[in-house]
């Protein structure tokens, strides 16, 4: 048989040419290295999303925690939580005080002054009711509380504190604590005034401005008035310290000693009608009286004596005039006319008294033969 051609198709891959080494084994090995990049990529990205969520998750942990710590509602419950525990120096730290007249009640002393109060530090059960911005610095929190046994509730200001930043963009804020007037009732020439024993600048002041909360109002003794303090709740209203003229009690025993001096003072020598003193006619002379109540008397001697103690009883009345003190009360007598018959009567007095040189001295006028006594016992 003739030969015949015969051509074979080959594929494509046939057609190259013929490698000069030998093929390597395992060619699903070869390519396995690119899987290995691509698997690679995907871990790794992985790996970089996770840690961007933790960063972000510990960045918004961050925020939440410092956006807890300063904020005005924080500055507000941490001022009072300061205040309960009776810690000054947190007190200061979370407010400002605003100031009233005089400085001197609104320095870190004052504070420290009103806490020894422990009214003050009676705070409780408090709760921010409402927060309402104002501008970007400023807001108002209104917050419920217990105060001294008294429920309360106030709107503060807080104004953000551009002087402490944290974390570079948490500002500290700051609660405004008003300062209140305390209206005072003083007496005539009061003794020094003090407000949680700081005096205050003027002698004798009609109001005096101190920081919220409650304080000790006080008068010290001076020659008329012993100390006297009065406990002012300062916190939701405008107090009132009212104090009585009443004078003290070394003053009063000072002034009836001044008053039974001048009762005593008398000579008889040159003066008619000393106490306890009797008083002759001449011979051959007659004395007559028309005695209250008695009707018309005649004797050769006479005496007369007090009943009882004219002090007791006596009003004192602090006067305007520097070193003044009035005085009144009423005083029993009787009158002994020749010995034997004795005519009772009473009446009153009235002096000035006025302090010298550490006492009272009395000038007085009495009257003690108004009226006929028969009480029986001489006293009014």
């Known amino acids: 048989m003739g030969s ?25 090995l070869a390519s396995s290295p690119k899987r290995r990049g691509r698997h690679h990529w995907l871990l790794t990205a992985i790996g970089v999303l996770v840690a961007i969520l933790a960063v972000d998750g510990a960045g918004i942990t961050a925020n ?3 956006s807890s710590i300063y904020n005005p509602e924080r500055a507000v419950t941490d001022y009072f939580a300061a205040q309960a525990k009776g810690s000054v120096t947190g007190m200061i730290a979370n407010a400002t005080f605003l100031q009233g007249s005089d400085p001197a009640f609104f320095s870190s002393s004052a504070v420290t002054a009103m806490m020894a109060l422990p009214q003050n530090r009676d705070v409780k059960d408090v709760h921010i009711v409402s927060t309402q911005p104002i501008d970007y610095s400023t807001q108002t929190v209104d917050v419920s509380m217990t105060w001294a046994g008294t429920s309360r509730r106030q709107a503060y200001k807080v104004r953000r504190d551009n002087s402490r930043v944290h974390a570079l963009i948490y500002h500290s804020w700051r609660v405004e604590i008003p300062f209140v007037t305390i209206q005072l009732a003083l007496p005539n020439q009061a003794g ?16 005096v401005q101190v920081i919220q909360g409650y304080h000790e109002v006080t008068i010290s ?3 008329v008035y012993d100390t006297s303090s009065r406990l002012i709740d300062g916190v939701g209203y405008p107090g009132l310290a009212a104090f009585a003229s009443t004078v003290g009690s070394n003053a009063a025993y000072l002034a009836a000693k001044a008053v039974t001096s001048a009762f005593n003072s008398c000579d008889p020598a040159s003066e008619d009608g000393c106490l306890n003193h009797t008083y002759l006619a001449k011979a051959g002379y007659y004395w007559t009286w028309d005695l209250p109540g008695y009707g018309h008397i005649t004797g050769t001697s006479y005496s007369s004596a007090l009943v009882g103690d004219p002090t007791s009883g006596m009003i004192l009345t602090v006067s305007s005039q520097p070193g003044v003190v009035g005085a009144l009360g009423s005083c029993a007598m009787t009158m002994t006319i020749d010995g034997n018959r004795t005519y009772r009567f009473r009446g009153g007095w009235s002096a000035k008294l006025t302090w010298t040189s550490g006492k009272f001295v009395a000038d007085m006028t009495y009257s003690c033969f108004t009226s006929r006594d028969d009480s029986g016992t001489g006293s009014v």
């Open 4 to 28: 015949a051609e015969v051509q074979l198709l080959k594929s494509p891959d046939e057609t190259l040419p013929a490698p000069e080494y030998p093929a390597a084994v395992g060619p699903a």
């Open 64 to 66: 939440a925690i410092f």
């Open 192 to 207: 020094p005034m003090a407000v949680d024993d700081i005096n205050t600048a003027s002698p004798d002041p009609d109001t």
């Open 221 to 223: 003794a001076n020659f």
